[in-house]
Structure formats: structure tokens, C-alpha cells
């Protein structure tokens, strides 16, 4: 069974950091663009932060370049997102998502191109 877990969110104050991760099971990563989405209360799920099976290419919002960074271990069928520099409106449910789309560096943050998603993980940033 194909499964992808989230795992690192929390409570943070601004201007911390967290490190999410999004464990693979049931199928390998290394064939997969992976991305993390985020959903906040009333709005929609938007694109974080992306990046392309072979680790070549990824994609920031914009909102979040030189704070995130995404990154992939295939060793450890694991993909993270370190979150740096945190503020209240990165608050959200963040989610990672599967794309099937193997040796390629071509990368996409629409969410609707995704195929396996997680259950998500909750970030809050308050103090």
C-alpha cells in the first residue's frame, strides 16, 4: 500500500524553525517529484515548495524562498522541508504529495498534478 507520512510539526514561535519530513512506504521515492503543500483555515492549498525526482530542479513560492528549503534523501525514502525564519501566516496543515515522474529534473507545484498525498501535519506559529 502506497503511504506517505508527515512528521515534524508544532508549535513555534516567529522566527523559529522546524524540520518536516514525508516518509515514503510502499513505493520508492526516487521515481517521484515530491511536493509540500499547505492548506491554512478558509483558504486553499497552495504550493510550498517543490522538487523534481532526480533532486535536480526545485520550486519555491514565493513566499517562502531564502526561509525554506526543500531537500531529498532516496536512501531513506524521506523528503524535508526545513522551515526557517518562521511567521504567523506560514500557520497552516502542511502536506507532501507524489508526483510519478521518474529520471526527470522537470518539476511542478500544482496540486492538482499530484497523485498520493499524506495526511498532513499541523504547523503553528504563535507566541
Known amino acids: 500500500q502506497l503511504q506517505l507520512v508527515e512528521s515534524g510539526g508544532g508549535l513555534v514561535q516567529p522566527g523559529g524553525s522546524l524540520r518536516l519530513s514525508c516518509a515514503a512506504s510502499g513505493f520508492t521515492l526516487d521515481y517521484y517529484a515530491i511536493g509540500w503543500f499547505r492548506q491554512a483555515p478558509g483558504k486553499e492549498r497552495e504550493g510550498v515548495s517543490c522538487?523534481?525526482?532526480?533532486?535536480?530542479?526545485?520550486n519555491y513560492a514565493d513566499s517562502v524562498k531564502g526561509r525554506f528549503t526543500i531537500s531529498r534523501d532516496n536512501a531513506k525514502n524521506t523528503v524535508f522541508l526545513q522551515m526557517n525564519s518562521l511567521k504567523f501566516e506560514d500557520t497552516a496543515v502542511y502536506f507532501c504529495?507524489?508526483?510519478?515522474?521518474?529520471?526527470?529534473?522537470?518539476?511542478?507545484?500544482?496540486?492538482?498534478?499530484?497523485?498520493?498525498w499524506g495526511q498532513g501535519t499541523q504547523v503553528t506559529v504563535s507566541s
Open positions: 504529495a507524489a508526483l510519478y515522474f521518474p529520471h526527470s529534473d522537470l518539476v511542478s507545484c500544482l496540486p492538482e498534478n499530484y497523485d498520493y
Open positions: 522538487i523534481s525526482s532526480r533532486g535536480g530542479n526545485t
